[in-house]
């Protein structure tokens, strides 16, 4: 199925989801039955060619075609016992026991009588941002579910106790009630599909390609018809969490995760890995992250942040509703919280020592990257070194690395003087252009939008990011006056720019995979970046980059990255390529894919040239 169908599907799930629920409901019930009556269909075929052929056998009629539908029916019926009880793999982290959270563990079981739910039979402790429930069946497809609910440590430190319990609300509120036993059980059963599929993708038997192929045609009909009833799981858990601990809470409480989950991946990640420039011996993150999580924003990215997650758009790749829309369904602003005064982590009987054991896991798990990345990072230096030798005497080239080196370095660096120096050198040079855009300050709004007119009117490969630049800057109330004109100009030439990133983003992505590529033209501290980033990717065993070269735009800069993901389902995978390929360090637009289906492990092995990174053993 393609995305136009899928889309179009999701739609009209949601049309009738709207204009009868509960009609809806049964429907997505039915079809949900229908992968189970897959495998009990295939089941009961099996149990009947056996039958058949013993009762044959009996008789003395055996030959060598019943010998071979035996065959085929034992085959048939082990693989569908595998479906039956299929295991889902417990989350990550640290069980926690009641005595390790009492606080913890008192507030869930508040929450559970006030809902009337069913209890959470394990609570773990992780090292993400984030919090989730999940239900895993307990005996296979037909089995009860298991409740787990997983808390990342850094989310206890950045919001008081308030606020993280309407977050825990809002999760459990996923099990509630009828509702959420049909929300519940559907979770169940795809979660339940992605793993079977897995394990037939590595069966090669008459079973396994009848399965593969029934379900490339029914999984993504599922997920589609599915779509609005997930959705309207996430409106209804938040609308409980509003009624347990207030809608100002549960509002302050998404403000807050929005802007400090931005900072925590795109401010304290780069600085903390930055630190390898000079430790040589991994340094544990979570005691740092502490005293920074629970500290207010900074002004102007808080205000970015929150501006960059109310401009996203609801679509079909998530299920989550974005944060204007579910801000919207509260009848609540979009504004600012006040920000939390204290953390969560007193719900814990010891943070120390929770702190503590994060930390060391950390260290021993990166132990490795650490080292491969200190060791980059002292060759950054040691460029940066030699540059600024040459200083007075260095190209407009040599300028613009020497300001990414220091950059690098240190992502607060004034490196201002070296793009100005470099454009003395060569007035219209791109690089220089955009490195002295990022370095002015946003407040200086007339000279920030000169250098990006120039920029935009010098270089073709770069007006998409120009117009895009000068039209947040222009939206940014706190960054001056509005100017309607100005406005109205960029985000035409903003348009214009999109038009032509969506030809050349098209033809990256319906061209075959391995047509039209060439050798990574990434020079050594483009490769380096890219390193660090996959590096910090802990999900990515081994990774490959071809160029792509494209028809309609020879001089833009375009990759495919390959990527060899062990451990996740396709669902994942999925999720973290299209992440990758909005954050990975690449000086052009990228394609991400996985080893897989398609392109195959072998194909990337024989026809991406060669490796650019693997992770090693720490």
């Not at 008081?160 to 559907?186: F, M, Q, T």
């Not at 454009?423 to 370095?439: E, I, S």
């Not at 990574?520 to 081994?542: P, Q, S, T, Y």
């Not at 490959?544 to 389902?569: C, H, M, T």
Request: charged letters at 25%.
């Amino acid at each position: 199925m393609d995305r136009a169908d899928f889309v179009h599907l999701v739609r009209l799930s949601e049309h009738a989801s709207a204009d009868d629920s509960q009609g809806y409901r049964r429907g997505v019930a039915v079809f949900a039955a229908l992968g189970y009556l897959w495998v009990i269909a295939c089941m009961a075929l099996a149990v009947g060619i056996i039958a058949w052929v013993l009762l044959s056998l009996g008789h003395g009629r055996f030959n060598f075609t019943r010998g071979w539908l035996l065959l085929f029916a034992l085959g048939l019926l082990w693989a569908t016992l595998r479906a039956l009880w299929v295991r889902l793999d417990e989350p990550q982290g640290v069980r926690l026991a009641p005595e390790d959270a009492p606080q913890l563990f008192e507030g869930l079981d508040r929450i559970r009588r006030k809902i009337d739910g069913p209890p959470v039979h394990h609570v773990y402790l992780d090292g993400e941002f984030n919090a989730s429930i999940r239900q895993l069946p307990r005996f296979g497809l037909f089995g009860g579910a298991v409740n787990y609910l997983s808390v990342g440590l850094p989310l206890l430190m950045a919001l008081d106790r308030r606020r993280l319990l309407s977050v825990l609300a809002h999760e459990y509120g996923h099990l509630r009630g009828n509702h959420g036993k049909l929300s519940a059980w559907i979770y169940r059963t795809r979660l339940s599909w992605l793993k079977l599929d897995a394990n037939l993708q590595n069966d090669s038997g008459v079973m396994a390609l009848a399965s593969q192929a029934f379900f490339r045609w029914y999984f993504p009909r599922f997920a589609a018809k599915t779509f609005a009833l997930a959705r309207q799981d996430e409106y209804e858990a938040d609308r409980i969490s509003a009624r347990l601990l207030g809608p100002d809470v549960a509002a302050a409480a998404l403000a807050e995760i929005a802007v400090k989950s931005s900072w925590y991946a795109n401010e304290f990640w780069p600085a903390h890995w930055a630190r390898a420039a000079t430790e040589a011996l991994p340094a544990g993150p979570f005691a740092a992250m502490e005293v920074q999580l629970i500290a207010p924003v900074a002004p102007e990215l808080a205000r970015e942040a929150l501006r960059g997650a109310l401009r996203r758009v609801s679509d079909v790749d998530d299920t989550h509703p974005v944060l204007r829309d579910r801000l919207d369904a509260l009848d609540e602003k979009a504004v600012l919280p006040a920000w939390s005064a204290k953390s969560a982590l007193g719900l814990l009987a010891d943070r120390a020592r929770w702190i503590g054991h994060f930390d060391a896991e950390w260290r021993r798990t990166h132990a490795s990257d650490w080292k491969q990345h200190h060791a980059y990072l002292l060759r950054v230096r040691q460029r940066a070194t030699a540059l600024a030798a040459g200083a007075g005497r260095n190209s407009a080239d040599e300028m613009v690395e020497w300001a990414d080196c220091e950059r690098r370095l240190d992502a607060r660096a004034d490196v201002r003087g070296h793009y100005e120096r470099a454009l003395q050198v060569t007035p219209d040079h791109a690089g220089a252009l955009r490195g002295l855009a990022q370095t002015l300050p946003a407040k200086d709004r007339p000279a920030r939008l000169a250098v990006l007119d120039r920029l935009h009117e010098s270089s073709t490969a770069t007006r998409w990011w120009a117009a895009r630049n000068a039209v947040a800057l222009l939206e940014d109330t706190d960054a001056g006056p509005h100017d309607e004109a100005a406005l109205k100009r960029w985000r035409e030439r903003m348009k214009t720019a999109e038009e032509a990133e969506q030809r050349a983003w098209e033809e990256i992505t319906s061209t075959p995979f391995f047509s039209q590529i060439a050798h990574h033209d990434l020079n050594d501290f483009e490769l380096g970046e890219l390193r660090a980033d996959l590096v910090r990717c802990k999900a990515v065993a081994r990774a490959w980059l071809v160029r792509k070269n494209l028809r309609e735009f020879p001089w833009r800069r375009a990759y495919v990255v390959f990527l060899e993901l062990p451990g996740l389902s396709d669902e994942e995978r999925w999720n973290l390529c299209r992440e990758l390929e909005q954050t990975l360090s690449l000086p052009g637009a990228a394609l991400v894919l996985w080893a897989g289906h398609s392109p195959t492990l072998a194909e990337i092995e024989q026809q991406a040239f060669a490796l650019i990174w693997a992770r090693t053993a720490g």
